[in-house]
């Protein structure tokens, strides 16, 4: 899973059967200091309670659908958890 | 999933059995400010509707076939909605 | 999907069990103009078909081994088809 | 898989269903001299005995989620094991 | 798939369950001239035969597991052949 904090949505009104209801966000992945790091990428809420800033992680690949009701969807992204914190073990 | 743009189409007429009738698009990704970012992917068209310059999502892997009408298919790049607008919470 | 490019032969007698018979080639992955872009990668021959020179595009991933007659295997590169043309929509 | 060392825990109180109970490290990647190399990501804890700067070698993806005890969830990064000695034949 | 040179062992007592008895090993990857290119990588021995300095190739991702006996696995990254030799078409 990866860092990432959440920067905007994206409005789809034609989409493949089965995403229907589906919400989808902008999400930017972090480094460990969470400053940005790479492009933004478009992922599925997967715990649907997601909203603008928040620290998410997130699932890449096939696994991400299992994040959502509908499990046999076309989903490569998905957030699967609000993070309250990230403790460092080493500065 | 990935934000993209149609930029091309493929021709190809020897295929593997199963990708028979199935669109492909040469599809440039682009970054969160729809400028284009790394090397342009063959996806095949999952929403069976894309054309020309159409901002599109489009995912990745295994699960790309899900998009199709025959889903066993080897495929792993596939557009799965149009893209009406992004909406960024942080300028 | 990737573009890509035929430009060697992989030989090689001991393999894990399932993989007899199957051809692999190496491919050099192209950009949208047909430049040379990344690393070569070895790819099974899902055509079964393909030969030195020859445009093609590939999957990689799980979903490769479905360009296979025996889908049940290791393979996570494999040429799906012989590209014809590229039609460019953007210049 | 590939090398890591454990650098910090993550602590996610909103997460998907099935994600209850499973530790979430931040883990740094290393290459083959153990230096860091690229960036930090959150990976499951499979052995349930990983703790800090522990080296550790992890899987990406799909097959991360079979080193948990509920193997359908949607986890793309596990460690799968604590290493004890890294021998290089060739310096 | 993609070429890789042995470069070493990785010794590891504490695993998930189903990994006792599986070889790894330090695996550089290779471009198409045979020099060294990214980063060095775990690998599960598929074919079993596998030793130092071996010219090999190897898959990445899910289907990594299949190279093994016990095909239910968190493995991501599988030799599956010993390379005799790789003959290029394009010099």
């Not at 589906?22 to 930017?28: C, D, G, P």
């Not at 809420?45 to 890449?60: C, F, H, N, T």
């Amino acid at each position: 899973m990866k860092l990432g904090r959440v920067i905007g949505t994206v409005v789809a009104t034609t989409q493949v059967e089965g995403l229907e209801g589906v919400k989808f966000l902008l999400v930017q992945p972090l480094d460990k200091t969470r400053k940005p790091s790479g492009q933004a990428i478009v992922a599925a809420d997967g715990v649907a309670m997601a909203g603008p800033d928040d620290l998410v992680y997130y699932v890449s690949s096939r696994e991400a659908s299992l994040a959502l009701p509908n499990t046999f969807v076309p989903v490569d992204d998905a957030i699967v958890g609000l993070v309250d914190a990230v403790e460092l073990t080493t500065p």
